[in-house]
Structure formats: C-alpha cells, structure tokens
T-cell receptor
Framework: SAVISQKPSRDICQRGTSLTIQCQVD?????MFWYRQQPGQSLTLIAT?????????ESGFVIDKFPISRPNLTFSTLTVSNMSPEDSSIYLC????????????FGPGTRLTVT | AQSVAQPEDQVNVAEGNPLTVKCTYS??????LFWYVQYPNRGLQFLLK??????LVKGSYGFEAEFNKSQTSFHLKKPSALVSDSALYFC?????????????FGTGTRLQVTL
C-alpha cells in the first residue's frame, strides 16, 4: 500500500485568498485524484491529476477555481482559488496503480475553513 | 452511470453482537466493489474488495463482505462488534473497463457500537 502525506493538515483562510494543498506519495503511482468531503458526508471527485498534462475535471469543477499540478509520479498540488465560505471542506488526495481492480489509497486530508 | 446506495445513515449495535452495514450498487457490466472505513479526523482506510471468485470476501479487522449478484448487494459484516469499530463506513463501486474508471462512493453509514 502507498503512504500518502498532505500539507497543510488544516488551515483557516480569509475569503478571496487562495490555498495550495500538497500531496506526497512514498512511491510512484499511475493515478492521483483529488476529492472533497464535507465532514461526515460522502466524497466528491474534483479531478484526476495527470502527470505531464492538464488535469481531468469532473462536472461542476473548473480549472480556474481548482488548478492542479502533477510534476512527477509522486507529487501533486491542488489550489483552491478565490475562496468563499462554501469552499470550507476536507480535501483528500488519493492514489491508485491505475488498474480497475486495485483499491485506492487516501491521504489524511486537509481541513479547510474559509471565513 | 454507476451508483451506490447505503440505505442506513446509522447502524447501532451492542458490543459482541454481529453487525451488518448494507450496500447495493448499480453498474454496467461486472463490478469491482470496495469498503472503506473513516475514523474521526482521518482519511479513508481500505477494508476489503470484491473482484471475482468467492462471494464471501474477508478483510481487515475481522470484517467480511458478501457479494450477491442477483440482489446487486455487497453488505459488510462482522461476527462480533467492538466499540473501536465505531466509525463511518463507505461502500464504493468501479465498473470493469479496459482502463481505470472512477470510483463511485455511497453516502456512508455511521456505525455506533455501544457497551
């Protein structure tokens, strides 16, 4: 299994600012994903981070709001731009070897509060 | 489109009693099915998965799940619950395709085990 770390673990930000969340994996992985989760609720996929190319965004999420980088096979960043209180959530990084039969592994999450 | 239903928001069980957390799914073709557990302020931890073969799958912490194709269900079970099993449980499905498709999560079921 992969060990995933995220920075920061939590933050409180003012509306209108941006926050970049880092995700580091201890081994090379094919697929990296970013999810959003309201506390105690289900997970919503934001995008798939593709190494060397633009991320693939899910319906309702756009690159201007959630720019993603993936410079190599072990690291990705998610930026939450021009934040509003509605962006308050837990943001989770997840990785997978890429085959459908493989489970995904999740980072500990970043708890974001926007005031 | 694929989907997962977890009909119970919360399941209450006394310690030592058997527990069942229900999950039904909808997917085109053969499914890959997963269970995850989330403890407070933690990321998701993988419990077990069904890929093919034996309908009864055993996983971590004494949990098991039974795949029933005719009922499109994948219920999570444990013969004897522990207070430490109290957490949020998510069922997830991925359709089998030639390439990785996204993982779809249920809404989650909170398991409360009491003495």
């Amino acid at each position: 299994s992969a060990v995933i770390s995220q920075k920061p673990s939590r933050d409180i930000c003012q509306r209108g600012t941006s926050l970049t969340i880092q995700c580091q994996v201890d081994s090379q992985v094919t697929m990296m994903f970013w999810y959003r989760q309201q506390p105690g609720q289900s997970l919503t996929l934001i995008a798939t981070a593709n190494q060397g190319s633009e991320a693939t965004y899910e319906s309702g999420f756009v690159i201007d709001k959630f720019p993603i980088s993936r410079p190599n096979l072990t690291f990705s960043t998610l930026t939450v731009s021009n934040m509003s209180p509605e962006d308050s959530s837990i943001y989770l990084c997840s990785v997978s070897p890429g085959l459908p039969s493989y489970e995904q592994y999740f980072g500990p999450g970043t708890r974001l509060t926007v005031t | 489109a694929q989907s997962v239903a977890q009909p119970e928001d919360q399941v209450n069980v006394a310690e030592g009693n058997p527990l069942t957390v229900k999950c039904t799914y909808s997917v085109s073709g053969n499914p890959y099915l997963f269970w995850y557990v989330q403890y407070p302020n933690r990321g998701l931890q993988f419990l077990l998965k069904y890929i093919t073969g034996d309908n009864l799958v055993k996983g971590s912490y004494g949990f098991e799940a039974e795949f029933n194709k005719s009922q499109t269900s994948f219920h999570l079970k444990k013969p004897s619950a522990l207070v430490s099993d109290s957490a949020l449980y998510f069922c997830a499905v991925r359709a089998y395709t030639g390439t990785a498709s996204k993982l779809t999560f249920g809404t989650g079921t909170r398991l409360q085990v009491t003495l």
